[in-house]
Every structure is written in C-alpha cells, then in structure tokens.
C-alpha cells in the first residue's frame, strides 16, 4: 500500500496525492489548523484521506513511514520518506 502526504490542506493538492497514492494507497493530511481540515474532509470525502493536525517543521509520523510527499517540505519531511 502506497502512503502519501499530503502537506497542507489545499483542496488543489488532493487530487495529486490521491493520484500518486492509487486506488490502494492513503493519504496522510498535515495541516497546523484544525478548522482547514474540518473544511477539506467536507469539501472531499473520500475514504483514502486521513488528517493530522501538524506541520512540515515537525512531521507527527514515524521514520520512513510514507511513500511520496506533495507539496512545501522541509528536512523533517525528508526523515518520513522510505
């Protein structure tokens, strides 16, 4: 299964990421406001979508547990990727 984050919860983002994740895949949604990712799982309900409250600075996720990252990172992001 294909792990993808997604960095911010830009509704213009989603497709990429769901894309890059496959039909099997997810989609991990950092985002430091609670309220953008309220509007988002709204606006795109769809079950491959997961959401974190964080942000790239300081990624909540465990070692190389992603696949592919979309959007601004930093070198924490980097840490997350297999």
Known sequence: MTIVLLLGAD?????EALERAGADGDVVVLDPSAGSLEE???????PRLWYQIGDSE??????????AAVGSGSS????VLR
Do not use: T
């Open 11 to 15: 509704a213009s983002l989603v497709g």
């Open 40 to 46: 988002l799982e709204r606006s795109v309900p769809d």
């Open 58 to 67: 300081v990624v909540p996720l465990p070692d190389q547990s992603v696949d």
């Open 76 to 79: 924490d992001v980097e840490r």
